[in-house]
Protein backbone atom coordinates (compact mmCIF):
# COMPACT_ATOMS: atom_id res chain seq x y z
CA UNK A 1 0.00 0.00 0.00
CA UNK A 2 0.99 3.45 -0.71
CA UNK A 3 3.21 5.09 2.54
CA UNK A 4 1.54 8.63 3.54
CA UNK A 5 4.88 10.93 4.13
CA UNK A 6 3.72 13.75 6.52
CA UNK A 7 1.07 15.63 4.68
CA UNK A 8 2.66 18.17 2.42
CA UNK A 9 0.15 20.15 -0.23
CA UNK A 10 3.23 19.66 -2.49
CA UNK A 11 3.92 16.58 -2.79
CA UNK A 12 3.10 13.91 -5.35
CA UNK A 13 2.37 10.20 -5.75
CA UNK A 14 0.60 8.56 -8.60
CA UNK A 15 0.92 11.74 -10.27
CA UNK A 16 -1.25 13.88 -8.33
CA UNK A 17 -2.33 15.32 -4.87
CA UNK A 18 -5.95 16.56 -3.77
CA UNK A 19 -6.36 18.74 -1.25
CA UNK A 20 -10.26 19.33 -0.32
CA UNK A 21 -11.26 22.28 0.92
CA UNK A 22 -14.07 22.24 3.56
CA UNK A 23 -16.16 24.38 6.39
CA UNK A 24 -16.85 22.19 9.48
CA UNK A 25 -20.05 23.75 11.01
CA UNK A 26 -19.60 23.34 15.17
CA UNK A 27 -23.21 24.07 15.52
CA UNK A 28 -26.13 21.60 14.03
CA UNK A 29 -27.25 23.42 11.22
CA UNK A 30 -25.36 26.38 11.14
CA UNK A 31 -24.89 27.59 7.52
CA UNK A 32 -22.92 31.12 8.12
CA UNK A 33 -19.49 32.01 8.88
CA UNK A 34 -19.56 34.46 11.92
CA UNK A 35 -16.41 36.39 12.50
CA UNK A 36 -13.84 35.24 14.57
CA UNK A 37 -12.97 36.84 17.63
CA UNK A 38 -9.65 35.71 19.01
CA UNK A 39 -8.93 34.66 22.87
CA UNK A 40 -6.86 37.74 24.70
CA UNK A 41 -3.30 36.62 24.78
CA UNK A 42 -2.24 35.91 28.39
CA UNK A 43 0.91 38.94 29.30
CA UNK A 44 2.54 36.72 31.98
CA UNK A 45 4.66 38.45 34.31
CA UNK A 46 6.56 35.32 34.64
CA UNK A 47 10.28 34.95 33.42
CA UNK A 48 9.10 32.00 31.45
CA UNK A 49 5.41 30.25 31.51
CA UNK A 50 4.01 26.91 29.38
CA UNK A 51 0.58 26.42 29.39
CA UNK A 52 -0.73 23.11 28.35
CA UNK A 53 -4.67 21.59 27.12
CA UNK A 54 -3.59 18.07 28.27
CA UNK A 55 -6.71 16.26 26.42
CA UNK A 56 -6.68 18.26 23.39
CA UNK A 57 -2.12 18.42 23.36
CA UNK A 58 -2.77 22.19 22.88
CA UNK A 59 -0.36 24.52 23.55
CA UNK A 60 -1.67 27.92 25.06
CA UNK A 61 1.05 29.35 26.50
CA UNK A 62 4.66 29.62 25.64
CA UNK A 63 7.36 32.20 27.09
CA UNK A 64 10.62 31.10 26.81
CA UNK A 65 9.65 27.51 27.32
CA UNK A 66 12.95 25.66 26.41
CA UNK A 67 15.39 27.89 28.35
CA UNK A 68 17.47 25.75 30.51
CA UNK A 69 16.80 27.64 33.96
CA UNK A 70 17.34 26.85 38.19
CA UNK A 71 14.13 25.27 38.27
CA UNK A 72 14.33 25.40 42.48
CA UNK A 73 12.20 22.51 44.45
CA UNK A 74 10.22 21.90 40.71
CA UNK A 75 12.68 19.50 40.02
CA UNK A 76 12.15 16.93 43.12
CA UNK A 77 9.16 16.03 40.49
CA UNK A 78 12.01 14.12 38.65
CA UNK A 79 13.30 12.39 41.79
CA UNK A 80 9.43 11.38 42.54
CA UNK A 81 9.02 9.86 39.49
CA UNK A 82 12.33 8.30 39.35
CA UNK A 83 10.72 6.63 42.88
CA UNK A 84 7.18 6.07 41.42
CA UNK A 85 9.01 3.59 38.74
CA UNK A 86 10.82 1.91 41.60
CA UNK A 87 7.61 1.61 43.68
CA UNK A 88 5.79 0.47 40.64
CA UNK A 89 9.13 -2.20 39.94
CA UNK A 90 9.09 -3.39 43.09
CA UNK A 91 12.39 -2.32 43.86
CA UNK A 92 10.78 0.26 46.38
CA UNK A 93 7.80 -0.60 48.75
CA UNK A 94 5.83 1.87 50.65
CA UNK A 95 6.59 -0.05 54.01
CA UNK A 96 9.90 -0.05 53.74
CA UNK A 97 12.07 1.82 55.89
CA UNK A 98 15.36 3.77 54.53
CA UNK A 99 18.46 5.50 56.57
CA UNK A 100 19.42 8.50 56.92
CA UNK A 101 22.91 9.54 56.04
CA UNK A 102 24.98 12.37 57.22
CA UNK A 103 24.98 13.74 53.79
CA UNK A 104 21.09 14.11 53.44
CA UNK A 105 21.02 15.54 57.69
CA UNK A 106 23.18 17.80 55.96
CA UNK A 107 20.66 19.91 53.86
CA UNK A 108 19.23 23.13 54.67
CA UNK A 109 15.92 25.02 53.63
CA UNK A 110 13.18 22.95 53.76
CA UNK A 111 13.18 19.87 55.56
CA UNK A 112 11.47 17.09 57.28
CA UNK A 113 14.24 17.49 60.34
CA UNK A 114 15.61 14.07 59.74
CA UNK A 115 18.64 12.66 61.58
CA UNK A 116 21.08 9.80 61.57
CA UNK A 117 18.99 8.42 63.96
CA UNK A 118 15.98 7.93 61.73
CA UNK A 119 14.60 4.80 59.74
CA UNK A 120 11.62 6.43 57.47
CA UNK A 121 9.16 4.87 55.30
CA UNK A 122 8.89 5.19 51.72
CA UNK A 123 5.49 6.26 52.29
CA UNK A 124 6.51 9.19 54.58
CA UNK A 125 9.33 9.91 52.79
CA UNK A 126 7.36 10.83 49.54
CA UNK A 127 4.72 12.80 51.50
CA UNK A 128 7.45 14.52 52.87
CA UNK A 129 8.61 15.41 49.45
CA UNK A 130 5.74 16.38 47.70
CA UNK A 131 3.96 18.33 50.96
CA UNK A 132 6.98 19.74 52.81
CA UNK A 133 9.43 19.85 49.86
CA UNK A 134 11.72 18.14 51.73
CA UNK A 135 15.58 18.17 50.89
CA UNK A 136 16.63 15.94 53.25
CA UNK A 137 13.76 13.40 52.18
CA UNK A 138 14.98 13.89 48.48
CA UNK A 139 18.21 12.25 49.48
CA UNK A 140 17.22 9.68 51.60
CA UNK A 141 15.41 8.15 48.16
CA UNK A 142 17.88 9.20 46.00
CA UNK A 143 20.91 7.37 48.04
CA UNK A 144 18.65 3.88 48.11
CA UNK A 145 18.04 4.04 44.41
CA UNK A 146 21.56 5.39 42.93
CA UNK A 147 23.61 3.60 40.47
CA UNK A 148 26.22 3.88 43.27
CA UNK A 149 25.20 4.75 46.38
CA UNK A 150 25.88 8.71 46.52
CA UNK A 151 23.06 11.22 45.00
CA UNK A 152 25.76 12.66 42.42
CA UNK A 153 24.84 9.25 40.74
CA UNK A 154 21.56 9.28 41.34
CA UNK A 155 21.91 12.69 39.62
CA UNK A 156 23.75 11.73 36.62
CA UNK A 157 20.64 8.66 36.23
CA UNK A 158 17.58 11.27 36.91
CA UNK A 159 19.65 13.45 33.89
CA UNK A 160 19.38 10.29 31.69
CA UNK A 161 15.86 9.27 32.77
CA UNK A 162 14.94 12.86 31.62
CA UNK A 163 16.03 12.32 28.09
CA UNK A 164 14.26 9.45 28.00
CA UNK A 165 11.29 11.14 28.97
CA UNK A 166 11.94 13.67 25.74
CA UNK A 167 13.30 16.33 28.38
CA UNK A 168 15.95 17.72 26.54
CA UNK A 169 16.91 20.88 28.30
CA UNK A 170 17.12 19.44 32.03
CA UNK A 171 20.27 18.77 33.66
CA UNK A 172 20.38 17.61 37.60
CA UNK A 173 23.55 17.80 39.88
CA UNK A 174 21.24 16.90 42.49
CA UNK A 175 17.67 15.46 44.24
CA UNK A 176 16.21 18.07 45.41
CA UNK A 177 17.50 21.59 43.38
CA UNK A 178 19.48 23.66 45.92
CA UNK A 179 21.31 25.67 44.16
CA UNK A 180 23.67 24.07 41.88
CA UNK A 181 25.69 25.05 39.02
CA UNK A 182 24.45 23.00 35.88
CA UNK A 183 21.16 22.10 37.32
CA UNK A 184 18.64 23.38 34.86
CA UNK A 185 15.27 22.49 33.68
CA UNK A 186 12.93 24.49 31.13
CA UNK A 187 9.32 25.36 31.71
CA UNK A 188 8.58 22.88 29.11
CA UNK A 189 10.59 19.96 30.33
CA UNK A 190 8.63 20.45 33.63
CA UNK A 191 5.32 20.50 31.71
CA UNK A 192 6.30 16.95 30.27
CA UNK A 193 7.09 15.56 33.40
CA UNK A 194 4.13 16.75 35.23
CA UNK A 195 1.82 15.25 31.99
CA UNK A 196 3.65 11.79 32.44
CA UNK A 197 3.31 11.73 36.39
CA UNK A 198 -0.24 12.00 36.46
CA UNK A 199 -0.92 9.64 33.06
CA UNK A 200 1.75 7.00 34.50
CA UNK A 201 1.13 6.90 38.28
CA UNK A 202 -2.78 7.87 38.76
CA UNK A 203 -2.53 5.65 42.26
CA UNK A 204 0.15 8.51 43.22
CA UNK A 205 -1.03 11.23 41.71
CA UNK A 206 -3.33 12.41 44.56
CA UNK A 207 -0.67 12.89 46.98
CA UNK A 208 0.10 15.79 45.13
CA UNK A 209 -3.45 16.86 46.23
CA UNK A 210 -2.64 16.94 50.18
CA UNK A 211 -2.73 20.05 52.18
CA UNK A 212 -0.66 19.47 55.41
CA UNK A 213 1.36 16.77 56.37
CA UNK A 214 2.31 16.14 60.10
CA UNK A 215 5.51 14.25 60.33
CA UNK A 216 5.56 12.86 64.14
CA UNK A 217 5.44 16.11 65.03
CA UNK A 218 8.84 17.22 64.86
CA UNK A 219 8.56 19.96 62.91
CA UNK A 220 5.17 22.23 63.35
CA UNK A 221 6.52 24.85 61.40
CA UNK A 222 6.28 22.52 58.31
CA UNK A 223 3.09 21.35 57.97
CA UNK A 224 1.65 22.69 54.92
CA UNK A 225 1.65 21.72 51.14
CA UNK A 226 2.95 25.52 49.50
CA UNK A 227 0.76 25.19 46.45
CA UNK A 228 -1.50 28.01 46.92
CA UNK A 229 -4.12 27.00 44.40
CA UNK A 230 -5.21 23.32 46.33
CA UNK A 231 -8.20 25.44 48.66
CA UNK A 232 -9.43 27.77 45.89
CA UNK A 233 -12.12 25.16 44.43
CA UNK A 234 -10.63 25.95 40.44
CA UNK A 235 -9.88 22.16 40.01
CA UNK A 236 -5.99 22.50 40.88
CA UNK A 237 -4.75 18.83 42.13
CA UNK A 238 -0.69 19.41 41.92
CA UNK A 239 1.98 19.28 41.74
CA UNK A 240 5.34 21.33 43.19
CA UNK A 241 6.11 24.75 43.88
CA UNK A 242 9.78 26.13 43.97
CA UNK A 243 11.87 29.21 45.69
CA UNK A 244 15.52 30.29 45.24
CA UNK A 245 17.03 33.53 45.40
CA UNK A 246 18.52 32.96 41.47
CA UNK A 247 14.91 31.10 40.26
CA UNK A 248 13.04 33.18 41.99
CA UNK A 249 9.62 32.00 42.75
CA UNK A 250 7.76 29.15 40.32
CA UNK A 251 5.33 26.54 40.52
CA UNK A 252 4.30 23.37 38.20
CA UNK A 253 0.61 23.07 38.66
CA UNK A 254 -2.57 21.21 37.23
CA UNK A 255 -6.73 21.63 37.40
CA UNK A 256 -9.51 19.94 36.12
CA UNK A 257 -12.42 21.24 35.73
CA UNK A 258 -15.18 19.16 34.19
CA UNK A 259 -13.67 16.51 30.86
CA UNK A 260 -10.51 19.30 31.16
CA UNK A 261 -7.49 19.60 32.31
CA UNK A 262 -4.66 22.01 31.92
CA UNK A 263 -1.17 21.47 32.95
CA UNK A 264 1.20 24.84 33.31
CA UNK A 265 4.36 25.98 34.50
CA UNK A 266 5.50 29.47 35.75
CA UNK A 267 8.98 30.55 36.86
CA UNK A 268 11.16 33.47 37.85
CA UNK A 269 8.16 35.54 39.71
CA UNK A 270 9.07 37.79 42.48
CA UNK A 271 7.29 37.13 45.16
CA UNK A 272 5.33 34.59 46.63
CA UNK A 273 2.02 36.63 46.49
CA UNK A 274 2.54 37.34 42.80
CA UNK A 275 3.56 33.49 42.01
CA UNK A 276 -0.18 32.86 43.48
CA UNK A 277 -1.67 35.50 41.47
CA UNK A 278 0.05 34.57 38.54
CA UNK A 279 -0.99 30.83 38.83
CA UNK A 280 -4.74 31.01 39.52
CA UNK A 281 -5.45 34.06 36.56
CA UNK A 282 -3.46 31.59 34.23
CA UNK A 283 -5.77 28.61 35.24
CA UNK A 284 -9.19 30.88 34.69
CA UNK A 285 -7.56 32.02 31.90
CA UNK A 286 -7.01 28.38 30.54
CA UNK A 287 -10.79 27.29 31.06
CA UNK A 288 -12.62 30.70 30.36
CA UNK A 289 -11.15 31.36 26.86
CA UNK A 290 -10.87 28.15 25.55
CA UNK A 291 -13.32 25.50 25.19
CA UNK A 292 -13.20 22.11 23.61
CA UNK A 293 -15.30 21.42 20.81
CA UNK A 294 -16.46 18.17 18.46
CA UNK A 295 -15.33 19.28 14.57
CA UNK A 296 -16.17 15.81 13.20
CA UNK A 297 -18.31 12.41 14.18
CA UNK A 298 -16.66 9.24 14.97
CA UNK A 299 -17.42 7.19 11.06
CA UNK A 300 -19.09 10.20 9.89
CA UNK A 301 -17.62 11.23 6.27
CA UNK A 302 -16.24 14.39 5.47
CA UNK A 303 -14.75 13.71 2.39
CA UNK A 304 -13.37 11.21 -0.47
CA UNK A 305 -10.35 9.95 -1.30
CA UNK A 306 -9.99 9.14 -5.01
CA UNK A 307 -8.92 5.13 -5.78
CA UNK A 308 -6.33 3.82 -8.29
CA UNK A 309 -7.46 0.73 -9.78
CA UNK A 310 -9.98 -0.24 -7.35
CA UNK A 311 -13.49 -1.98 -7.50
CA UNK A 312 -15.02 1.45 -6.72
CA UNK A 313 -13.52 4.76 -7.65
CA UNK A 314 -13.72 6.45 -4.55
CA UNK A 315 -13.67 5.83 -0.66
CA UNK A 316 -15.02 7.72 2.16
CA UNK A 317 -12.59 9.05 4.65
CA UNK A 318 -14.18 8.92 8.33
CA UNK A 319 -12.36 9.82 11.55
CA UNK A 320 -11.80 6.78 13.65
CA UNK A 321 -13.06 8.12 16.98
CA UNK A 322 -15.04 11.79 17.48
CA UNK A 323 -12.45 14.18 16.76
CA UNK A 324 -12.39 17.19 19.01
CA UNK A 325 -10.15 19.91 19.53
CA UNK A 326 -9.89 23.66 21.35
CA UNK A 327 -10.67 26.44 20.36
CA UNK A 328 -10.74 30.08 22.03
CA UNK A 329 -14.14 30.74 23.54
CA UNK A 330 -15.31 33.43 21.24
CA UNK A 331 -14.54 32.17 18.31
CA UNK A 332 -16.16 31.84 14.91
CA UNK A 333 -18.50 28.66 15.04
CA UNK A 334 -17.33 27.27 11.76
CA UNK A 335 -13.24 26.05 11.50
CA UNK A 336 -12.35 26.26 7.93
CA UNK A 337 -10.07 23.19 7.23
CA UNK A 338 -8.47 20.83 4.83
CA UNK A 339 -8.06 17.12 4.30
CA UNK A 340 -4.85 16.11 2.50
CA UNK A 341 -3.90 13.05 1.50
CA UNK A 342 -1.17 12.13 -1.75
CA UNK A 343 -3.01 10.27 -3.75
CA UNK A 344 -4.78 8.77 -5.97
CA UNK A 345 -4.81 5.60 -3.07
CA UNK A 346 -4.03 2.16 -4.87
CA UNK A 347 -5.78 -0.59 -4.05
CA UNK A 348 -6.73 -2.75 -2.20
CA UNK A 349 -8.05 -0.49 0.50
CA UNK A 350 -9.08 -1.86 4.18
CA UNK A 351 -11.73 -0.52 6.12
CA UNK A 352 -10.01 1.84 9.15
CA UNK A 353 -7.20 2.33 6.72
CA UNK A 354 -4.98 5.97 7.75
CA UNK A 355 -5.48 7.68 4.28
CA UNK A 356 -5.53 11.41 5.22
CA UNK A 357 -5.14 13.71 7.83
CA UNK A 358 -7.71 16.81 8.50
CA UNK A 359 -5.75 20.34 8.51
CA UNK A 360 -7.33 22.60 10.66
CA UNK A 361 -6.45 26.24 11.71
CA UNK A 362 -7.94 27.71 15.21
CA UNK A 363 -7.84 31.63 15.84
CA UNK A 364 -4.85 32.12 17.81
CA UNK A 365 -3.94 28.42 18.52
CA UNK A 366 -1.52 26.06 16.61
CA UNK A 367 -1.93 24.22 13.46
CA UNK A 368 -4.14 20.72 14.33
CA UNK A 369 -3.76 17.72 12.23
CA UNK A 370 -6.14 15.59 13.00
CA UNK A 371 -6.09 11.37 11.32
CA UNK A 372 -8.77 10.34 8.37
CA UNK A 373 -9.41 6.61 7.94
CA UNK A 374 -11.04 4.58 4.84
CA UNK A 375 -14.87 4.22 5.49
CA UNK A 376 -15.12 0.79 4.07
CA UNK A 377 -13.11 -1.75 2.22
CA UNK A 378 -12.26 -1.18 -1.49
CA UNK A 379 -10.74 -4.48 -3.40
CA UNK A 380 -8.70 -4.10 -6.26
CA UNK A 381 -10.28 -4.05 -9.39
CA UNK A 382 -10.84 -7.14 -11.68
CA UNK A 383 -9.81 -7.83 -15.60
CA UNK A 384 -12.07 -4.86 -16.80
CA UNK A 385 -10.95 -2.09 -13.98
CA UNK A 386 -7.45 -3.16 -15.14
CA UNK A 387 -8.16 -2.57 -18.64
CA UNK A 388 -9.95 0.29 -18.15
CA UNK A 389 -7.16 2.20 -16.13
CA UNK A 390 -4.58 0.79 -19.04
CA UNK A 391 -6.71 2.40 -22.00
CA UNK A 392 -6.64 5.65 -20.03
CA UNK A 393 -2.88 5.67 -18.68
CA UNK A 394 -2.58 5.49 -22.85
CA UNK A 395 -5.09 7.60 -24.10
CA UNK A 396 -3.34 10.42 -21.39
CA UNK A 397 0.00 9.20 -22.67
CA UNK A 398 -1.19 10.25 -26.14
CA UNK A 399 -2.91 13.68 -25.36
CA UNK A 400 -0.57 15.26 -23.16
CA UNK A 401 3.48 13.18 -23.80
CA UNK A 402 5.38 11.46 -21.58
CA UNK A 403 5.60 14.52 -18.59
CA UNK A 404 2.01 13.31 -18.11
CA UNK A 405 2.57 9.85 -17.53
CA UNK A 406 1.09 8.20 -14.77
Partial sequence: MPMLSPIDPGAKRLGRTLISSLQLALAAGLAVSLPALPAAAFDTKAR????????????LLSKNADVPLPPASMSKLMTLYVAFEALRDGRLTLDETLPVSEHAMSYKGS??????????????LLRGIIVLSGNDACVVIAEALSPDGTEAGFARYMTKRG???GMTASTFANSNGWPAAGHRMSVHDLAILAERMIEDFPEYYPLFAETKFEF?????????????????????????????EEAGYGLVGS????????????????????RAEEAEALVNWSFRQFTKK???????????AEIWRGAEQSVGLVPAKDLEILLPSLSAKTI???????????????????????VLQPEELPEVRLPLVAEADVPAG?????????????????????????
Fill in 48 to 59: AAYVLDAGTDTV
Fill in 111 to 124: TMFLDTQDRVRVED
Fill in 163 to 165: QDL
Fill in 216 to 244: DGRAPSNIRNRNPLLKLGIGADGLKTGHT
Fill in 255 to 274: AQQGDRRVIFVVSGLDSERG
Fill in 294 to 304: TVAQEGVAIAE
Fill in 336 to 358: QGEVVYNGPIEAPVAKGQRLAEL
Fill in 382 to 406: GFVVRVKTAAQVLIKQFLTGPEGAL
